[in-house]
Structure formats: structure tokens, C-alpha cells
Antibody, heavy 118, light 108 residues
Framework: EVQLVESGGGLVQPGGSLRLSCAAS????????IIWVRQAPGKGPEWVAS????????YYVDSVKGRFAISRDNAEKSVYLQMHSLGAEDAAVYYC???????????WGQGIMVTVSS | QSALTQPRSVSGSPGQSVTISCTGT?????????VSWYRQLPGKAPKLVIY???KRPSGVPDRFSGSKSGNTASLTISGLQADDEADYYC????????FGTGTTVTVL
């Protein structure tokens, strides 16, 4: 089955860190750009980060630059989002998705909640 | 404020057509033919319904169509059905504000 499955979310204190994982199956993962998108409650989606097939290109939305790091392990068919210095503005459901070109995302995970609260 | 502006809501009766606009700038929507549209149900991930302005992924009914004129892209849903009720987001290459503000489609 073609799917992406996120894990690693949960409750974190302000200023804390969290690492999200996105596990792929059913398609050629090593040939795929993967992106992270988040959606705060009641808000629209927001692109967070992208990584190319071999991890040599990484892009971030300005609001997370220097705090978040995207990486991948093609042997494990997984993409990761390491998040530091988390604030209330980072609380959201985080989705990973396959980007087949220019933000055309045809496969999405189910999403994972990140809550930032003391 | 997103770079891509959509009406907050549109509505129509079953069988009618509705059109959702997505207004960007000459640096994103107006420059690239890389506008896509996503449909989202509450608590679910977005689902691709249109890409590259006019193309439909396999499995998406031809009632869904896309177009673009200048800095504005549009999604038209023809023959509106009850299960078309959802939030719809445009998405454009060329801006960090990748996604539009979102439009809720209501079937009356």
C-alpha cells in the first residue's frame, strides 16, 4: 500500500525540542521529494520544509530557519523533522507529503499533532 | 497574510457550478503554471484535485476544472454534489506562502 505515516508528535514545553518521523511504503522513496506541511487549529496549511531525493537540497519557510532541520534516510525510507526552540506558534498538525514537482503533493500522511504548552 | 488570497466561502445548490478564485502576484501565480488545488475534509489530510493549473489526477471527476488568468487562478466545480462540501486550498510555486487562505464550499 502506498502510504506515509508520521510519528513522534506529542506535548512539549515551550523552548523544547521534538523529532518527527515520516515512514514511507509502497513507492520509490529514494526518487521522491518529501515535504513537511503543518496546520494550526482552524487555520490553513503552511509549508514548513522540503528535502530532495538524496538530501542534498533542503528548504525551509523563514519562520523555522535555524530552528528546524529536515533530513532523510533512504535505507530506512524515512524523513525526519528535528524541531528546536518550539513556541506556541509551532503547535499544529504536521503532515509529510510526497512532492512530485512544484508543490504537487499526491501522497499525504495522516498527520501528527504537536502541542506546545507548559 | 498569505500571498494567495481566496474567498472565505462559496456556496451553491446541487447541480450548480461554483468557482473559487486564488489571487496571487506576478511573482507566483502570474509567473508560473504551477498552481494546484487541494480539498480537505475536517480532520483529514489535504487531497490533490488539480495540478499544473488545469490537470486532474487520476480518480478526480471531470467536474473539477482549473484555469488561470493573469495573477488569478480558479477552481470550478460543476454539477455540485453534497459530498463536494469541504475546504479547498490553492497552492502555488514561487512563494513561501505556498497555500492560499482557503475556501469553504457549502452545498445548499
Amino acid at each position: 500500500e502506498v502510504q506515509l505515516v508520521e510519528s513522534g508528535g506529542g506535548l512539549v514545553q515551550p523552548g523544547g525540542s521534538l523529532r518527527l518521523s515520516c515512514a514511507a511504503s509502497g513507492f520509490t522513496f529514494s526518487s521522491s521529494w518529501i515535504i513537511w506541511v503543518r496546520q494550526a487549529p482552524g487555520k490553513g496549511p503552511e509549508w514548513v520544509a522540503s528535502i530532495n531525493q538524496d538530501g542534498s537540497e533542503k528548504y525551509y519557510v523563514d519562520s523555522v530557519k535555524g530552528r528546524f532541520a529536515i533530513s532523510r534516510d533512504n535505507a530506512e525510507k524515512s524523513v525526519y523533522l528535528q524541531m528546536h526552540s518550539l513556541g506556541a506558534e509551532d503547535a499544529a498538525v504536521y503532515y509529510c507529503a510526497r512532492d512530485i514537482g512544484h508543490f504537487v503533493c499526491d501522497i499525504w500522511g495522516q498527520g501528527i499533532m504537536v502541542t506546545v504548552s507548559s | 497574510q498569505s500571498a494567495l488570497t481566496q474567498p472565505r466561502s462559496v456556496s451553491g445548490s446541487p447541480g450548480q457550478s461554483v468557482t473559487i478564485s486564488c489571487t496571487g502576484t506576478s511573482r507566483n501565480v502570474g509567473y508560473y503554471d504551477y498552481v494546484s488545488w487541494y480539498r480537505q475534509l475536517p480532520g483529514k489530510a489535504p487531497k490533490l484535485v488539480i495540478y499544473d493549473v488545469t490537470k486532474r489526477p487520476s480518480g478526480v471527476p471531470d467536474r473539477f476544472s482549473g484555469s488561470k488568468s493573469g495573477n488569478t487562478a480558479s477552481l470550478t466545480i460543476s454539477g455540485l454534489q453534497a459530498d463536494d462540501e469541504a475546504d479547498y486550498y490553492c497552492c502555488s510555486f514561487g512563494t513561501q506562502d505556498v497555500f492560499g487562505t482557503g475556501t469553504t464550499v457549502t452545498v445548499l
